[in-house]
Structure formats: C-alpha cells, structure tokens
C-alpha cells in the first residue's frame, strides 16, 4: 500500500461502514462562569513566561506578585488526589484534559470538530512555550495531541480504547507560529481493536503522520472503588 493510499481520511467513513454513527462531543459549560477567565490569563502568563528571559521586567518584583495569588489559591483548592474524584462525579476531564481542556493552562488549547466524512479535525497555531527544535513543535507535544485526538476520532466513529501501540513518522518540520491542520480518523476496525490514523499538515506539506491501534479497556475510577469506567471523559 501506498504511504498516499495508508494516510487518506476521505474514505473513512466508507471505512467506517455502517458502524459510523457520529457521537457528538457537546461543550460542557464552567461551574463557575469565571473559572475559563482565570485559565485564559494563566495562558496568557503561560506565554509571557516563554519570554521572559531576554526581557527587561523587574523579574523579583514579579515573582513576589506571582507568589502572592499562588498561595492564595492553594490554600483554597482541593488537592490532586480529591481533585481527581471530584472530576469522575461532575464535568469529568473534558474540561481539563491537557490538549483542549478549558480548565487546563497547558492545554494549548486545541478545539476540535467532527467531519462528515468520519474524520475529526483542528486548526491550531502554537507559540514558543511549546517548541522543540529551532522553530519547531517539540515532537512530543505533537505526539500529545494526535494521541488525544486519535480518541476523540474514535468516540466520533463510535468507538472506544485505550492506545496500546503508536507511533509516528516526522515527515518535514513541524512550524511554530503557523497554522497547523491536524486530522484523525479511524482506519481499520476488528472487535476490541480499533487503527486509527492521523496527520498534521502545515499548509499542504505535510508534517507528521500517524498510527494508533486502541484496545477497548476499562480502570478502576477514582474514588470510587469497585468500579471501573472505560476510556471516555467521564462527564456525567
Ligand atoms: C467525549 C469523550 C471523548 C473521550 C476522548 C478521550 C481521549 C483520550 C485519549 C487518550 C488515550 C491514551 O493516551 S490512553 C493512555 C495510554 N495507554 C495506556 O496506558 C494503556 C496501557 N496498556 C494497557 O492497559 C493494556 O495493555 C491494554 C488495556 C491496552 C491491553 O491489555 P489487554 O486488554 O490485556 O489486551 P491483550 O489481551 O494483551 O491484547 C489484546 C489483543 O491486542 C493485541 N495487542 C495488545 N497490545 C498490543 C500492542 N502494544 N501492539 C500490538 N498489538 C497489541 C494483542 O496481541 C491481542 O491481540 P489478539 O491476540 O486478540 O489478536
């Protein structure tokens, strides 16, 4: 098989077959109305700080102020072990997961839309925080998001798993500052296996592809022993 025929999302849905039975991904919207506002000025900190190195801010001044709202903020919020069984009981991680997670500073964040034709896809451009060679998206952070892409590709097509093999070729640099079109699809299909595919192009040259092969699979949740929940987001 061609590299050309392996990495083509037009036919996914032919693919798909019968199964393919779009599973919309609804927003969930903010406990509180001003908790996307906090994150949004956390991302913004977040890229500042990327620049922070060659600048000329009184740097202690600054991290006095950051310090400040640091401590205030821990004293309030829950710990991580409580703040991950709060999460399997309310919004669950859609809002929080690390690629388009409203409530997540690091996500960068990446919004996603369900194609017709099986495909999920989104445009994104990212800044220096998360560069990796000169100019270029760390490999790693690529990787992040067609993993995470990938299932949501899935649950698109109607199907679920944990990712038990995946790799990926780095075809030409991967542009920082630019935007970038990133497409996942399910590919192949075969009871609990589940190859998804995807790419990320820069324009029309492409950047990276990739293979996933997902294994449906469930793990215990959070505080809540005894039960087990499959690969989904937990949003109730
Ligand atoms: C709105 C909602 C959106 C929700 C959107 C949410 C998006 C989140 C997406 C994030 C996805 C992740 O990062 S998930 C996190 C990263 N992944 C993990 O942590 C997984 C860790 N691994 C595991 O827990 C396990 O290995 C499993 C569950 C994947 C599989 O274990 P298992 O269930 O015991 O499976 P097992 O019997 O060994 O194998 C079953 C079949 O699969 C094959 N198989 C198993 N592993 C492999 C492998 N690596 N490569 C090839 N083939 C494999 C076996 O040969 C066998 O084939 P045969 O003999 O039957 O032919």
């Not at 999920?120 to 925080?129: E, I, N, Q, R, S």
């Not at 592809?209 to 215990?220: K, N, Q």
Request: aromatic share 6%; proline share 9%; net charge negative.
């Amino acid at each position: 098989m061609r590299d050309d025929e392996l990495f083509s999302f037009e036919d996914a849905r032919q693919r798909l077959g019968e199964s393919f039975d779009p599973l919309p991904v609804p927003a969930i919207p903010p406990a509180d109305p001003d908790l996307d506002r906090v994150v949004v000025e956390l991302r913004r900190l977040r890229d500042a700080s990327a620049a922070l190195a060659m600048s000329e801010v009184e740097l202690g001044d600054i991290a006095d102020r950051l310090g400040e709202v640091a401590s205030l903020l821990e004293s309030r919020v829950a710990g991580p072990a409580d703040r991950l069984e709060t999460m399997w009981k309310g919004a669950g991680t859609r809002r929080s997961n690390p690629v388009s997670g409203p409530e997540n500073p690091i996500a960068p964040p990446v919004d996603f839309v369900g194609c017709d034709d099986g495909s999920v896809m989104a445009t994104v451009t990212l800044g220096p925080a998360y560069q990796g060679p000169p100019g270029c998206v760390h490999g790693g952070i690529s990787a992040l998001i067609i993993d995470h892409m990938m299932g949501l590709a899935n649950h698109w097509g109607g199907r679920y798993g944990m990712t038990a093999h995946y790799e990926l070729d780095y075809r030409s640099p991967t542009p920082l500052l630019q935007p970038l079109t990133f497409r996942c699809w399910v590919h192949e299909v075969d009871g609990r296996k589940t190859w998804t595919h995807g790419t990320i192009h820069a324009g029309d040259r492409l950047c990276v592809e990739a293979r996933g092969l997902f294994l449906e699979a469930s793990v215990p949740v959070p505080g809540q022993p005894g039960t087990r929940s499959t690969v989904a987001d937990g949003s109730q």
